[in-house]
């Protein structure tokens, strides 16, 4: 008998690890996948003696001998159940022919098994259980399983399982990075996320000793400025599905998994050196899920936007050398007050996250020039009545009936490093705020309105040299040739302006 491929991915991974809005449970969630995916399931295959292609970001593959195939599928599915309680994996087998080595064709064998998974996840939401035992209370937590644990922490609450166990994993994190700080960590921590990133830092003279990870995102928005703000970081690889077909064998398989993951871990780390140095108590940032070609990360809200941009470059820059092809990851970074419920800022950055890859396929199609370290979306929530992207775009910064968009958003890294410059130049000029207050009434009135308005607001800046810094910005993405109906340029019918995304960030930038 052969060989077979087994193959795994995790199911509604997202509802999972944020099923609640409290950090310590997202926290726990995603500690307990991420030692699931790369250590747990890897211990399991071993005892059937099969070979690892990848484990990581949720998902994995398998070789192993035909008889024991089923047995590790279900072993594994089983290990998920356990660990997590609500959580689940699908998994798929494809059999390989006789002698069929790591070198071999194998995008046939690949395909099959994506099929399967395909068929099987479709399946398997078609027999989702439902639970309807109103007379049981619910976790006071999720509010969706049946509670069975009570739990004083400081006050008296109801959990389900589920709630309760990634608790618990945060607490043993927590204890384990105490012990990492004080230099007391054992081997058996080392395979884990935090463990490892907190060893690379401070192998980097990070300084980590006394400080803790946030408690939760009030910790975030004190150290942020402005006070009581945080920024949330979704991202993920583009067109992966399309680069996993390019490849032709199971070895060029494992090192395009290692290089993804690889890198955007690299990534995530170099940023943090470079722009999220730790405050007096806590890390000014926590990492929510990271794996594969997935990251969510919290931040301080003022470094949000250089976090975004610097991880952009690095994953492109990391993949080039690994795989000598840049990959590039879609960024949706959505900043906001503390208080606003994570759940919505949550679909927030994921919104503009997607609006960043549907835009870089349209532009593609339309010929323009992509980037070539993927696009950076952002948001910043300053009332409660954008919940998701798309109606923010459509309803705010677009008026279609007057042919207007107030933004030109996503920006390749090369634009959105010259905003963030522009800001910081402003600053540091100590341009008056309630002037560019000004310049965003302007861009929501009609276009006779605006254009008149605009030329006032040019008049009255108080040198040359402001309003040719104004123009320059303008033209700087303009798609045409000057002049200029200033605060728009146009294309075709359209009239688009860059300054409301300008004066969006502009509080979320420091002048440095
Ligand atoms: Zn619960």
Same mark, same amino acid.
């Given at each position: 008998m052969g060989q077979k491929l087994v193959s795994f991915d995790t199911d509604r991974i997202k509802e999972y690890v944020f099923a609640t809005d409290k950090l310590k449970e997202i926290r726990g969630a995603s500690a307990i996948l991420d030692e699931l995916n790369r250590w747990?399931?890897?211990?399991?295959?071993?005892?059937f003696n099969a070979e690892k292609i990848y484990a990581n970001g949720g998902s994995g593959m398998f070789r192993v001998h035909a008889t024991s195939a089923k047995a590790l599928m279900q072993a594994l599915e089983r290990e998920y159940r356990l660990k997590t309680r609500?959580?689940?994996?699908?998994?798929a087998i494809a059999e390989l022919p006789d002698g069929f080595t790591n070198q071999d064709a194998v995008q046939p064998y690949l395909q099959r098994l994506a099929y399967r998974l395909r068929l099987k996840k479709d399946?398997?939401?078609?027999? $989702?259980?439902?639970?309807?035992?109103?007379?049981?209370?619910?976790?006071?937590?999720?509010?969706? $399983?049946y509670a069975s644990h009570s739990v004083t922490n400081p006050e008296p609450e109801l959990l389900c399982g589920s709630c309760k166990?990634?608790?618990?994993?945060?607490?043993?994190?927590?204890?384990?990075? $105490?012990?990492?700080?004080?230099?007391k960590a054992t081997e058996a921590m080392k395979h884990k996320l935090w463990h490892r990133l907190l060893h690379d830092l401070k192998g980097e003279g990070y300084k980590i000793k006394e400080k803790n990870r946030p408690e939760d995102f009030g910790d975030l928005g004190e150290m942020s400025n402005p006070q009581n703000y945080m920024g949330l970081i979704y991202a993920d690889g583009d067109s992966m599905g399309k680069a996993l077909e390019e490849l032709n064998n199971l070895d060029e398989v494992k090192q395009f998994s290692r290089v993804v993951d690889d890198a955007i871990y690299q990534a995530v780390r170099e940023a943090i050196c470079a722009y999220l140095p730790p405050g007096d108590k806590y890390l000014p940032f926590d990492i929510l899920m990271l794996g594969g070609?997935?990251?969510?990360?919290?931040?301080?809200?003022?470094?949000?936007?250089?976090?975004?941009?610097?991880?952009?470059?690095?994953?492109?820059?990391?993949?080039?050398?690994?795989?000598?092809?840049?990959?590039?990851l879609s960024i949706g970074a959505a900043i906001t007050h503390t208080t606003f419920p994570f759940s919505s800022l949550l679909t927030l950055a994921e919104g503009a996250l997607k609006f960043a890859k549907k835009e870089a396929a349209k532009r593609k199609r339309h010929g323009r020039e992509t980037s070539k370290e993927g696009l950076i979306n952002f948001i910043v929530v300053s009332n409660s009545n954008s919940l998701d992207f798309d109606t923010y775009h459509s309803e705010t910064l677009s008026d279609e009936d007057q042919n207007l968009y107030r933004t030109i958003r996503p920006y390749s890294l090369a634009d959105m490093r010259y905003i963030v410059e522009t800001i910081r130049y402003l600053k540091r000029k100590n341009f008056p705020r309630g002037k560019l207050k000004g310049l965003q009434d302007v861009v929501f009135q009609s276009i006779n309105q605006s254009l008149l308005e605009g030329l006032t607001f040019l008049k009255s800046t108080k040198d040359e040299e402001q309003p040719r810094l104004f123009i320059k910005f303008l033209e700087r993405f303009a798609?045409?040739?000057?002049?200029?109906?200033?605060?728009?340029?146009?294309?075709?019918?359209?009239?688009?302006t860059p300054f409301l995304d300008l004066i969006e960030l502009y509080d979320f930038i420091e002048a440095k």
């Open positions: 747990d399931m890897v211990e399991k295959s071993r005892k609500t959580g689940s994996i699908t998994s399946e398997n939401i078609l027999n $989702q259980p439902l639970l309807t035992h109103s007379y049981l209370r619910t976790c006071d937590s999720c509010g969706e $399983q166990n990634k608790r618990d994993k945060n607490d043993e994190v927590k204890a384990d990075i $105490q012990a990492i700080i004080s230099g070609d997935d990251l969510a990360m919290v931040t301080t809200a003022h470094k949000a936007i250089e976090v975004s941009m610097k991880i952009a470059e690095k994953f492109s820059e990391l993949t080039q050398k690994g795989l000598s092809k840049s990959l590039t798609t045409n040739q000057p002049p200029y109906p200033f605060p728009w340029f146009q294309d075709g019918g359209d009239y688009y």
